[in-house]
């Protein structure tokens, strides 16, 4: 399990549009359907990672609890399912159902939405304000596969949290680590 860490997109760097299927609803949507008043989030995710499958009960709590705060969650699966089949439609539909994601899954079978965000491992997340600018880009918390860390999603709530309250955002923000992006050949 080799980690790869994000690339850390450049703060105030504006959302890249997209225009991708959802697993769940099998309709498509954009960055203006799953945007909220007060900013959204974008994750990339997938199904057979282990850093994922060590964070996504709690990703689906924050989620929750956040969007009813009106901050926008999204996940994108931009892996190539050929060789990792878990990540297919099917399964990633599967995994949102389990662990109740109330966000839209969405396919990026094109691979051009991972590319326009710099996405470089799963998970990898971004959050941007109601203008639609990253102001956090990095990790969830500290937790990894068999590291002693506890699951608290505390890196991304500080920022959500910093956001909501008009708060500065810690520029000293640490990059996510998890799998690579299953890049097509």
């Given amino acids: 399990m080799a980690a790869v860490e994000s690339n850390m997109m450049p703060l105030g760097t504006v959302a890249p549009d997209f225009d991708l299927k959802d697993v769940?609803?099998?309709?498509?949507?954009?960055?203006?359907?799953?945007?909220m008043e007060y900013g959204l989030v974008v994750m990339f995710i997938c199904a057979h990672c282990p850093y994922v499958k060590n964070i996504e009960e709690e990703i689906a709590v924050l989620a929750?609890?956040?969007m009813d705060l009106k901050i926008g969650f999204v996940a994108?699966?931009?892996?190539?399912?050929?060789?990792?089949p878990e990540d297919a439609p099917e399964g990633l539909k599967a995994q949102a159902e389990e662990f109740e994601f109330g966000f839209p899954y969405l396919v990026d079978e094109t691979q051009e939405a991972a590319k326009a965000y710099q996405a470089a491992c799963t998970p990898d997340f971004y959050l941007f304000d109601e203008d639609l600018k990253c102001i956090y880009r990095g990790r969830f918390d500290a937790s990894?596969?068999?590291?002693p860390e506890p699951v608290t999603g505390d890196d991304l709530i500080d920022a959500l949290?910093?956001?909501?309250?008009?708060?500065?955002?810690?520029e000293d923000q640490k990059p996510s680590i998890g799998c690579s992006i299953k890049w097509k050949a």
């Fill in 161 to 170: 949290e910093a956001h909501l309250e008009d708060d500065p955002i810690i």
């Fill in 24 to 35: 769940i609803s099998g309709e498509n949507k954009t960055l203006e359907d799953v945007r």
């Fill in 76 to 84: 994108i699966c931009s892996n190539d399912p050929t060789d990792y």
């Fill in 64 to 66: 929750r609890q956040y």
């Fill in 144 to 147: 990894t596969p068999g590291n």
